[in-house]
């Protein structure tokens, strides 16, 4: 699973937006990746809008970031543990584990100290013997991890982060907006974006209305020892050049694409039949060739 996203090339970039007066365009840096927004806005409506978006990152970045020393995600992996989560943080690892589940464990937020190791060349069967989602303690009012365990979210934070921008601006009575805090969610549309592979370019182009899309690709960074960053838990592989998962959210799409590169064709069709929101994947293989599944 990977650890960084913010290493993602671009994999799904809008290439074409509604038809009507030009929108407010608005970029920034979240969760450590390219943010970005697209209003269908007067001005002043735009204006209040990214206002409370900005604040709004500030506090997910406050919660889940890696590369911010005084989040509460940091605060978590250096303690062991977190008395009196946030309800976004208690929420986020819900729907971490519901993802775990269903992928068979090819999803799982323990796995950061096997990306610190690899990429530190450091001891890799050390790390690996302190992976396990299930040896992680959570209740609302307590978050406990067990000695040398850390976690990383950065395969369902962006998605998540993506998912309260849209809600939050769904909630305002914005209804045609393209958001894109790492991976991109339409409201309204639709909205016409494209998947592109490290390997093979622009391999697909898939349409957005009122819905998330999320897309992984292993070979977009590659350790010194030549190893892709999309690590398995328990020594899996990446199986695809690239993975791209729609779905009604995008967190849930972000993880499922991130665990979705370590499995195959059939353990893939099982876990999208278990997820929320009718999700549907398009897999592209070594050689270039697309699949699409639902």
């Not at 959570?138 to 000695?147: F, K, M, V």
């Not at 969610?185 to 009122?210: C, E, K």
């Not at 020594?235 to 991130?258: C, F, H, M, N, Y």
């Amino acid at each position: 699973m990977i650890s960084r996203r913010r290493f993602l090339s671009i994999a799904a970039a809008a290439i074409a937006t509604p038809a009507s007066a030009a929108p407010i365009q608005w970029q920034g840096v979240a969760l450590g990746a390219d943010a970005s927004l697209t209003i269908h806005a007067s001005p002043a409506q735009a204006d209040l809008a990214l206002r409370e978006v900005r604040t709004l990152l500030r506090r997910v970045e406050a919660l889940f970031s890696l590369f911010d020393p005084a989040s509460r995600l940091v605060a978590l992996n250096q303690s062991g543990f977190m008395v009196d989560p946030a309800p976004e943080f208690v929420e986020l690892l819900s729907i971490a584990d519901h993802i775990h589940r269903v992928t068979g464990g090819a999803f799982d937020p323990t796995i950061q100290p096997l990306w610190q190791a690899v990429s530190r060349r450091e001891d890799v069967e050390q790390a690996r013997s302190l992976i396990g989602w299930d040896r992680v303690q959570r209740t609302a009012h307590r978050i406990s991890l067990e000695p040398g365990q850390a976690l990383t979210l950065n395969g369902i934070a962006q998605g998540y982060a993506t998912d309260l921008v849209a809600d939050t601006l769904r909630a305002r009575g914005f209804d045609r907006v393209l958001v894109n805090i790492g991976e991109f969610s339409g409201l309204g549309g639709p909205w016409h974006l494209g998947i592109s592979d490290p390997a093979h370019g622009m391999v697909a182009t898939r349409m957005l209305i009122n819905r998330a899309i999320a897309t992984s690709s292993p070979a977009a960074l590659e350790f010194r020892n030549g190893q892709q960053h999309i690590l398995g838990p328990i020594g899996q592989k990446p199986l695809w050049s690239t993975v791209s998962v729609s779905a009604e959210r995008a967190a849930i799409a972000d993880a499922a694409s991130t665990a979705f590169c370590l499995m195959p064709v059939n353990a893939i069709k099982d876990a999208l039949i278990h997820l929320p929101g009718a999700p549907d994947a398009t897999l592209v293989t070594t050689d270039g060739r697309v699949l699409s599944l639902s």
